[in-house]
């Protein structure tokens, strides 16, 4: 999951809460005494999430499917994949509830270093609106993989996420359900109150 599904799972909570979710992957660390107790908590749950969706079978099995070359990277690019199927399936209402608040409190908060320069490029470009759209998201992950070292091991995985798109979709609606039981989160609308 990438920041909108994290975002997303988070919503219910604090704005700290939500924060730690949002800066959760800038962390290292077990240690999180220097942060505020629910930002602790969020990067925590943030972790959480991530160590249930990594060991998930559709993980396993889309990964399978990834040229062997990338199989390596697929992970990340799933993380942004199931983003956009997210996006998807938000309705605009949803959207424009959770996406100002996580712009809002990744612009007035200090980011981790690790975060800090893509941050403001999130807000200012629109990423978490811009993961509903397919050609975006194949951008942010060739973007990606332009900061790792070597070669661009991510954009060599676009045309499988395109070749894959209905398979990669029936897998986010495998795990989705899976993801929500796991953390409690009751399906449906959110309610949009501070």
């Known amino acids: 999951m990438n920041f909108l599904a994290h975002g997303w799972l988070a919503r219910g909570g604090s704005d700290d809460f939500l924060y730690g979710n949002l800066i959760a992957d800038g962390v290292k660390g077990a240690d999180l005494s220097a942060w505020p107790t629910a930002v602790a908590e969020g990067i925590r749950h943030h972790r959480r999430v991530d160590a249930f ?48 608040r996580c712009y809002r409190l990744l612009e007035t908060r ?51 996420l395109e070749r894959d798109y209905m398979a990669l979709d029936e897998a986010f609606e495998r795990l989705w359900p899976d993801l929500e039981a796991r953390l409690g989160v009751r399906p449906g609308s959110v309610d949009p109150q501070p």
């Open 53 to 100: 969706v990594d060991g998930h079978a559709v993980i396993g099995e889309m990964k399978d499917r990834a040229p062997r070359g990338g199989r390596r990277v697929a992970g990340i690019a799933l993380d942004l994949m199931w983003d956009h199927c997210l996006a998807r399936r938000l309705t605009i209402a949803e959207r424009d509830w959770l996406i100002p």
């Open 110 to 160: 200090p980011a981790p270093t690790r975060l800090a320069a893509m941050a403001p490029a999130l807000v200012s470009q629109d990423w978490l609106r811009g993961y509903a759209d397919f050609r975006f998201t194949c951008r942010a992950v060739a973007g990606l993989g332009r900061r790792l070292s070597g070669p661009n091991r991510l954009a060599e995985l676009l045309p499988w």
